[in-house]
């Protein structure tokens, strides 16, 4: 099962990054995990909202330079070495991942992770094998 993911290139500069947050609000899509990363010059903000196409839209209306990339998004018990044990199964079937991050769910025990790899077929076939729960973005952050 693979989601969308937007990831927007955003102005390293002041209240730029609550502009592209006021255009998200405004488009009425919901952001259900997000993540940003930066450097000198430019951040990229990488987010999963409930309605892909509406917030794409309304940040390109917005002039942001914005892509829908295909994520993997799998929920795991939120115990310590639980991630540890996901990541070394990818790494022992030769699938790398190139980042990661989680989304805060509602749910008292559960952790939601977003993984982005070269190979999703392989990922989500390793992954549904040995049990790991794969989710739709409807799901996550969701009780």
């Given at each position: 099962m693979l989601?969308?993911?937007?990831?927007?290139?955003?102005?390293?500069?002041?209240?730029?990054?609550?502009?592209?947050?006021?255009?998200?609000?405004?488009?009425?899509?919901?952001?259900?995990?997000?993540?940003?990363?930066?450097?000198?010059?430019?951040?990229?903000?990488?987010?999963?909202?409930?309605?892909?196409?509406?917030?794409?839209n309304a940040l390109r209306a917005d002039g942001c330079t914005a892509a829908v990339t295909k994520v993997i998004a799998f929920t795991i018990p939120d115990v310590s070495g639980a991630l540890y044990k996901v990541v070394e199964l990818l790494g022992d079937n030769g699938i790398n991942v190139d980042y990661l991050y989680s989304a805060m769910g509602k749910t008292a025990g559960r952790a939601d992770i977003i993984i982005r790899v070269e190979d999703n077929d392989a990922a989500i076939k390793v992954l549904t094998e040995n049990g790991i729960q794969l989710i739709g973005s409807a799901e996550l952050c969701r009780e």
């Open positions: 989601i969308e993911q937007i990831s927007v290139f955003i102005e390293n500069k002041q209240g730029r990054l609550a502009d592209v947050m006021n255009v998200l609000d405004k488009s009425g899509a919901d952001i259900r995990a997000m993540t940003i990363g930066d450097t000198t010059d430019y951040g990229i903000m990488r987010i999963i909202v409930d309605d892909t196409e509406k917030a794409i």
